[in-house]
């Protein structure tokens, strides 16, 4: 997935390990969903050794929750870990997009707002896998022309932790989604004029209120599903 070395030999766990995290970023998977090594190495066509090196370095990550009987888990997330991503998701990539705009060039603008203008787009059609995706290349475009390696790894294995969820908010057939897409195209839109103004703070401002407002957006959700779970107990 990593960018900055676009040619280099890699081994199948390579090639399955970024093939299994964009999975799991893209929200092909979602919070709590199990899955086996035999299952995983059926999908990619392989031995179950070159996943299970793959799932090990996600779990080590904690992408990835590995369970009883060869089983994996994808994580669902605690209030307590979505406020610590959020926390620390804000902090680095706000400094990415700060870092971002005081150095983008025309044409990583024109190739951020072209993202953005795809993503804007997928709304209008309801496209759910067009908005997981577009939101991804609109988010590391900037990251990317941040040319600042050690964020963008990091940045990388945060949204890896939190990737099934946002897909999940986005793909929700409820009050969740609306919030999301609301928020998202509010927010986006400030995060690109920032860019395009060489605006170093309002972009770290914009991309922090995008990533609390989706937070915000899976506590209540939490809450939401907790307080069902109990009127079902009763």
Sequence with gaps: MNSFNPVENITLTDRIYRELSRAVIMGEFRPGDTLTIRELASMYGTSAQPVREAVN???A????????????????LSLDSVKNLSSTRTLIEGEAAAQAALIANDDEKFEIETFNRELMDSFRERNI?????ANYDFHFAIYRVAHNEI???IIESLWLQSGPSAAFLYSSDNW????METSTIEYHNQILAAIKSQDSEGARQAITSDIESAAAVYADAIASANE???????
């Design 151 to 153: 964020l963008f790894c």
């Design 61 to 76: 990550g904690r992408a990835l929750t590995i369970i009883a009987n060869r089983s994996i888990k994808v994580p669902e």
């Design 129 to 133: 896998n067009q908005i997981i995706r």
């Design 176 to 179: 969740a989604s609306d919030r």
């Design 228 to 234: 069902d779970n109990a009127e079902v107990l009763k």
């Design 57 to 59: 370095r996600l779990a």
